[in-house]
């Protein structure tokens, strides 16, 4: 991995994930909505491209020359019903497929590990559009790797827990920063393609 772009990069786990790439040495093309979002510190190091993730033509030219992507799109703290996220994946995955990018992590509710009964209803609307997007990269025959987060703190970095294709959650909460960087980590862990992980922080003793 030479080069990634970040589709949701000024948002709390997009940041930490440039973060963790440029630690590994990997160029970043941050697409960003509104480059002041990016933190200053941040803009010099990266490549910062401003587009809409709706917009095909800009995600087309964001994907062109890069070896993966990472999706971390939210709605900050915006929970309307919404097709944004799964819209902007599906652009994503077309525009992956017509440069030949083959290798997608993204960032996905772990919401989904739950029976639809059982999730809070506050969050039922915006669950449905991470349903949509999980099954946007199912169907894309990319290396996907669907990250179901539980509750993203923001506590320091330590120990995790990784899962493939569990049935439920390890655990309740995960580090902003060890989710950043296990989107980035996951990009060139071949055990993890095609899979659903699920991750948390070891709990505290």
């Given at each position: 991995m030479k080069k990634v772009?970040?589709?949701?990069?000024t948002g709390t786990t997009g940041l930490c994930?440039?973060?963790a790439a440029l630690k590994k040495g990997i160029s970043v093309r941050a697409f960003v909505r509104d480059p002041s979002k990016l933190p200053e510190d941040l803009k010099?190091?990266?490549e910062v491209f401003k587009g809409d993730v709706l917009e095909?033509?800009?995600v087309n030219q964001a994907v062109e020359g890069t070896d993966g992507v990472i999706i971390a799109l939210g709605t900050r703290e915006n929970l309307e019903p919404t097709s944004d996220m799964s819209e902007g994946t599906k652009n994503i995955i077309e525009a992956m497929r017509a440069k030949y990018v083959k290798t997608v992590t993204a960032c996905i509710s772990g919401f989904l590990f739950f029976e639809p009964e059982k999730i809070p209803r506050q969050f039922v609307d915006i669950t449905k559009d991470h349903k949509r997007m999980y099954d946007e990269l199912k169907q894309s025959g990319l290396n996907w790797?669907?990250?179901?987060?539980?509750?993203?703190s923001e506590d320091p970095s330590r120990d995790i827990i990784i899962e493939i294709n569990p049935e439920k959650s390890p655990g309740r909460c995960i580090s902003k920063h060890d989710l950043g960087k296990f989107l980035v980590?996951?990009?060139?862990?071949?055990?993890y393609f095609?899979?659903?992980i699920?991750?948390?922080n070891v709990p505290a003793q």
């Open positions: 772009v970040i589709f949701g990069s994930a440039v973060q010099s190091k990266v095909p033509d800009s790797v669907a990250v179901f987060a539980p509750h993203i980590d996951g990009l060139t862990e071949e055990k095609k899979t659903v699920g991750l948390c």
